[in-house]
């Protein structure tokens, strides 16, 4: 642990100290869009689309577009070769056409030093930006959900705006979401950046979202089992809930520990499918080829889901019961 705090005091002295952020609620209109990328060309028309499934791929705290890839090197002097996991995905799955996107925002560790400093609150309003009008108001058969570490509360805090914006009946259109070592009750490890950039007068909201046992995660607990509850009550059409738990430390610490990872087992929350990955550390449990296991458990997941979205007693309305 003090290894790990005096690297992030090395890294967070590199820059000027007065890194401020910006004090009151940013307008929402203001709030820019994330990035939204194609990994192969998506379905256009309505009809098209309306016989499609969308996966997306949304990255953590320290992540970008590189967190589900790795680069491997190449033997006998040939150049070394980048495995891209979403590029992966089948393109076909029990017969129907699998669109898949990834989705960036901005949270390098350096970049924050250098301008104002978003909120998790606007890191997923800007990722509901970028999902409206380009993959919501295509007609998409389903929309799943692949986050890695922050990126799982990104994702079913995105969810809950969904439902806030735009109704219960696009949430039952997102079929699952499966998380990668996301601390959903926070991490520790949170703890010690949080030291570390008060120390030099570093605020971090961002991080703060992070900190164990914080009352936002809690709020966001208790959000997805009203929703889930309500869901049910209007016959909605469920959003299953996967996690994979890393099964191995990170330089000698837990970055997320199975008590954060498996919060929502407690007090009835939402019902959700747990896997422990041994040998797997926070980082290693998103890139490939290492992940070989979690890939199959995905595509297993995504081969489930996909038959359940097309079987006959999914057809008609995502919910049945108005509200």
Not at 148 to 167: F, I, W
Request: with cysteine; glycine share 8%.
């Amino acid at each position: 642990m003090r290894i790990l705090a005096g690297i992030l005091i090395l890294v967070f002295s590199i820059e000027s100290v007065a890194a401020q952020i910006a004090s009151g609620v940013v307008p929402y209109e203001q709030i820019q869009p994330a990035e939204l990328k194609e990994i192969r060309p998506s379905c256009q028309s309505d009809a098209e689309c309306a016989n499609a499934h969308a996966v997306i791929f949304i990255h953590g705290i320290y992540g970008d577009e590189k967190t589900f890839s790795s680069v491997v090197p190449a033997a006998n002097g040939a150049a070394a070769q980048r495995i891209d996991w979403p590029a992966l995905i089948p393109q076909n799955i029990a017969g129907t056409r699998i669109d898949v996107y990834t989705i960036k925002y901005q949270t390098h560790l350096l970049a924050w030093l250098k301008k104002n400093i978003s909120t998790l609150d606007e890191v997923v309003y800007g990722v509901f930006k970028a999902m409206d009008r380009k993959v919501l108001d295509k007609k998409y058969k389903s929309i799943g959900l692949i986050a890695h570490s922050l990126g799982g509360n990104v994702a079913t805090s995105y969810l809950h705006t969904v439902k806030t914006e735009r109704g219960h009946e696009e949430r039952a259109r997102h079929a699952y979401i499966i998380t990668l070592g996301t601390p959903t009750d926070g991490a520790d490890i949170a703890i010690v950046g949080l030291w570390a950039k008060d120390l030099f007068l570093m605020p971090d909201p961002l991080l703060k979202s992070l900190a164990t046992d914080n009352t936002f995660l809690r709020m966001l607990a208790y959000w997805r089992y009203s929703e889930d509850s309500k869901a049910r009550r209007f016959m909605c059409r469920p959003v299953s809930f996967y996690a994979g738990l890393e099964g191995a430390k990170m330089d000698g610490i837990q970055v997320v520990s199975k008590e954060s990872a498996e919060f929502m087992r407690q007090g009835g929350f939402v019902k959700a499918e747990y896997k422990t990955f041994e040998g797997l550390n926070h980082s290693a449990i998103a890139q490939p080829p290492g992940n070989k296991d979690v890939m199959a458990w995905v595509d297993g997941i995504l081969s489930k889901e996909i038959a359940r979205v097309n079987s006959p007693r999914a057809s008609g309305k995502l919910c049945r019961k108005l509200y």
